[in-house]
């Protein structure tokens, strides 16, 4: 099929079920009893590590379900605020089965954030581990709750057994419907202001389906997971992909590049998830010379654009074959993929194609009519996996989903005729230089293949003449230090002029979202104070 205008329609070669996340673990723990469903990722002896079969997942997820509703009516929201402990899994699968609707909260969040997020969400309970990385969290909840009046319940990680006690023998789950919502996500706040994606069974389970299929997961695969649960990718792709596929999901603990790779030896990894920083940690990590990942067949990435070098680099180093995803919280979240057969052009540089059931269209951005093929212009999607709405805001939500039921993503991407699609920035990221529209991912993407760069950001900063002018954000290879001259030259050698940076910032670490994204609107404003 040859497309002449940037339109995918939604294509049926996987079929919707009408899944919740209790009948997707109730049908895997049937098919997959016995089998090793999940482990814990912490460091030391493998024996040492804790560990589930499906059918001990889907019991302790009962008794999880049935203490959550010894508290809590079906419909209300319990926040999460914790790293990725198997506890955390459980919960989101306990709540899935109680109709619970689970707030999923960033364990970097400080005081202020959670009091937004659990008052915004008028969350009823809250479980949470007391402190994390220096984050004291258990005394943070102290000090907001009392202008939190709709929070009842808080229960400690720490009191888990306890709270599993209080579970009645055969708790009587409610029906819960896969148009139900169960997760409300607050998005990572790249762009600053956080809103809360509610999002509902049926397009999570099947959105993870889908993408446990595209990836290829096998039953009996090892899955390491250091995505973090409070987002999709974590609790969706990672949690809900490798329950449907019978595979064993390993949440790894805190991300630490010396950590995932002693998990990828010990564990036997055969799928490695992770953003492009998680994966470029990885291959700036000593031990991995020393450490046997012999056995991984699939690298995964995306949530971030993952510069074509990177895919190049993981592929060679690791020998496995890399496949991008692309996707929004809003949309479960994954709307295209390169699929593992993709040839070598198509997985370095393009998103991959849309994923069944989804429909995808470029449009211009002014009027909204779709654009030709190759042309740049708003990613929008329409289908099964769209968020219900953001939580108690409509404005907010007529303003992302139109009447027509498209999602406008603000992403700037481009289509050619098979459907392959390319992302060139943000719709807010997209710098104006004299009228001019300037993507910064072109010329990230040439910064990266310089040998001194180990990664890079380009941000519009504001400027007298031009209205816009383009800034480069460097973090040198280590050990190091290119000049700002023999970056430009590099620059200068394969872009035109406007496009070329005229300032530049050498920085040893980027400010970054907690789910590893690079947080541009800081730079701006780092550049600007
Ligand atoms: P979030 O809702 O936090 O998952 O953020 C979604 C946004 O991340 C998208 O709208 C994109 O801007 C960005 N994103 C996700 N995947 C990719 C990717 N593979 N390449 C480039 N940007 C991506």
Redesign the pocket.
């Known amino acids: 099929m040859k497309l002449t205008e940037s339109y995918w329609p939604a294509e049926p070669s996987i079929t919707i079920e009408e899944s919740t996340v209790g009948s997707a673990l109730r049908a895997a723990a049937e098919q997959h009893g016995p089998r090793p469903a999940m482990a814990e990722g912490t460091p030391g002896r493998p024996e040492d590590r804790r560990r589930w079969s499906f059918d001990e997942l889907v019991a302790d997820a009962e008794r999880v379900a049935g203490a959550l509703l010894e508290r809590f009516e079906p419909g209300e929201r319990v926040a999460v605020w914790a790293p990725n402990l198997p506890e955390w899994v459980l919960l989101e699968l306990g709540a899935g089965l109680a109709g619970v609707v689970l707030v999923t909260v960033n364990p970097a969040y400080q005081a202020r954030e959670l009091e937004y997020v659990l008052r915004q969400s008028g969350a009823s309970g809250i479980f949470l581990v007391p402190e994390f990385r220096g984050n004291p969290m258990a005394a943070s909840l102290e000090a907001v709750r009392p202008s939190l009046p709709a929070l009842r319940e808080s229960v400690s990680f720490e009191d888990w057994d306890a709270l599993l006690a209080t579970s009645p023998a055969n708790p009587k789950l409610p029906d819960v419907r896969p148009s139900d919502p169960a997760q409300i996500q607050y998005?990572?706040g790249?762009t600053g202001f956080p809103k809360g994606a509610l999002l509902h069974h049926r397009g999570l389970t099947n959105n993870a389906r889908i993408f446990a299929t595209l990836t290829d997961v096998r039953p009996g695969d090892t899955c390491l997971n250091p995505f973090p649960m409070f987002?999709?990718?974590g609790c969706v792709l990672g949690v809900l992909g490798t329950l449907q596929a019978g595979a064993c999901h390993i949440p790894v603990y805190a991300f630490d590049p010396s950590l995932m790779l002693e998990l990828a030896e010990t564990e036997r990894a055969d799928i490695i998830l992770g953003v492009p920083t998680v994966l470029l940690a990885l291959l700036e990590c000593p031990d991995l010379a020393t450490r046997d990942l012999s056995r991984v067949r699939v690298a995964l990435s995306?949530?971030?654009?993952?510069p074509a070098e990177l895919v190049k680099r993981v592929e060679a180093s690791f020998g496995v074959q890399f496949s991008?995803?692309?996707?929004?919280?809003?949309c479960s979240?994954l709307l295209t993929q390169v699929r593992l057969d993709d040839d070598f052009v198509d997985k370095t540089e393009t998103?991959g194609r849309p994923v069944p059931q989804t429909e995808i269209k470029i449009t211009d951005p002014e009027t909204g009519k779709i654009v030709p093929c190759g042309e740049a212009g708003e990613l929008c999607a329409r289908g099964y996996c769209v968020m219900t709405g953001y939580y108690d805001m409509p404005d907010q939500t007529a303003a992302a989903i139109d009447d027509e039921g498209w999602y406008h993503?603000?992403?700037l991407a481009s289509m050619d005729d098979r459907g392959f699609l390319r992302?060139e920035g943000?719709l807010k990221d997209m710098i104006i230089r004299g009228g001019e529209n300037i993507y910064p991912r072109e010329i990230e993407d040439l910064l990266f293949e310089h040998p001194k760069v180990a990664d890079v950001a380009v941000v519009g900063v504001p400027d007298e003449r031009w209205g816009e002018a383009v800034a480069a954000f460097v973090r040198p290879a280590p050990g190091e230090a290119p000049t700002e001259q023999e970056l430009f030259d590099h620059c200068r050698a394969h872009l035109s002029p406007q496009k070329t940076p005229r300032h530049w910032r050498f920085l040893n670490e980027f400010p970054l979202t907690a789910?590893g994204?690079i947080q541009k609107f800081v730079l701006r404003d780092q550049f600007m104070g």
């Open positions: 998005t990572s790249t987002h999709t990718a995306g949530g971030a654009t993952v991008i995803v692309y996707g929004t919280t809003e979240p998103l993503t603000g992403d992302i943000r789910s994204k």
